[in-house]
């Protein structure tokens, strides 16, 4: 089992930067394929970036049409940590952010139902 915390949200003016940290505990962080999903007021819970397991280099990454060219997923072993890096940020983008894993997955993959461990989220602000 691992425990995911994330941290880094907060208030940015659009067209700001923001990065997210998702620390992860508790079995071997290389194991899981990662993603970060987001929830806003009202709405479905949906992805918006995701990263393989594999040595840099030689992972894949997934980004929603929304948020291509944006943001950018990443992530570090050695320090059991995966990051989003999120720029020129839109209002839209306001939302609880959710960090996932997906243990001994074999790519990346889109859907929360093949997510078995999730952070408690990190609200996201954006102002207009």
């Known amino acids: 089992q691992v425990q995911l915390v994330e941290s880094g949200g907060g208030l940015v003016q659009a067209g700001g930067s923001l990065r997210l940290s998702c620390a992860a505990s508790?079995?071997?962080?290389?194991?899981?394929?990662m993603a970060w999903f987001r929830q806003a007021p009202g709405k479905e819970r949906y992805i918006v970036a995701a990263?393989?397991?594999?040595?840099?280099?030689?992972?894949?990454?997934y980004y929603a049409d929304s948020v291509k060219g944006r943001f950018t997923i990443s992530r570090d072993n050695a320090k059991n940590t995966v990051y989003l890096q999120m720029g020129s940020l839109k209002p839209e983008d306001t939302a609880v952010y959710y960090c996932a894993a997906d243990f001994q997955a074999p790519g990346v993959y889109r859907l929360l139902r093949e997510y078995d461990y999730w952070g408690q989220g990190t609200q996201v602000t954006v102002s207009s």
């Open positions: 508790g079995h071997t962080f290389s194991n899981y394929a």
């Open positions: 990263i393989s397991r594999g040595e840099p280099g030689r992972r894949s990454t």
